[in-house]
């Protein structure tokens, strides 16, 4: 039971802590001024409908009055026609309105008190209800100031998220300028030392020995050449003096 209920514990905690991000006290706000408006005409409805029912005891009331001073009328007749029985009938009937007459009386009574005290709910009920949309705005304000001066900080600070991706990107780009300058230096150290030539020459060792070779061979017949044409001469030479 002891885990269960830690479980239990962790579980409304992030439950709640998930809530907490996700709610936005302006409409939190906003859905409880409406809440308390559907409140108030409810309220308003009611003290329609109590009004309502007691107009219709009033207006039966109205009408077993006039009944009452007909039945009055009819006795009256009855008994100046010598008719006792039908006077006695009428006040019976007479007599049984005036009781329901009392009955709707109280009735009426019970609905205007109850309108009343309706109604002064209703002026309560609206007074708190005016006074609370006018917290509302005021603390709606105050959160709207409040969350434009922390997204302002963050900006200035470099706390929020897109100030972090933008510090990201920067370093990468200063690395990759970094790299960059490190390598240019290193290619102007090469050149200053004669290296790179070597570096980014195309010829193979194998190139260049075979090239010494063509140079020697050309030498070689030059050489040759240059003999052949000075023994030739030398020759020419000899048979002159002998002659």
Known sequence: MGLLSRAGEIIRAKFSALLNR???????????????????????????????AKKRLEIQTQQLEQS??????????????????????????????????????????????????????????????????SQKEVIKAQYSAAEAQVRIGEAATGIGRDMENTGLAIQRAKDKTDQMQARAAAIDELVTS???QELGSDKTQLDRELAQVASQSQVDRE?????????????????????
């Not at 939190?28 to 308003?44: A, F, G, I, M, P």
């Not at 006795?75 to 007459?101: C, T």
């Open 68 to 133: 009452v001073v007909k039945l009055d009328t009819q006795a009256r007749q009855a008994v100046a026609a010598g008719r006792e029985d039908l006077a006695r009938q009428a006040l019976e009937r007479k007599s049984g309105i005036q009781q329901q007459l009392q009955d709707l009386d109280t009735q009426v009574k019970q609905l205007a008190d109850q309108q009343e005290k309706l109604v002064a709910n209703e002026k309560q009920l609206e007074g708190r209800i005016e006074q609370f949309r």
């Open 223 to 243: 050489l040759e050449q240059l003999k052949a044409e000075v023994g030739s001469g030398s020759g020419g030479e000899k048979k002159e003096l002998e002659g």
């Open 22 to 52: 996700a709610e936005n006290p302006q409409e939190t706000l906003d859905y409880s001024y409406e809440r308390q408006l559907e409140s108030l005409q409810n309220v308003k409805r009611g003290v329609a409908d109590v009004v309502t």
């Open 194 to 196: 004669g290296d790179l």
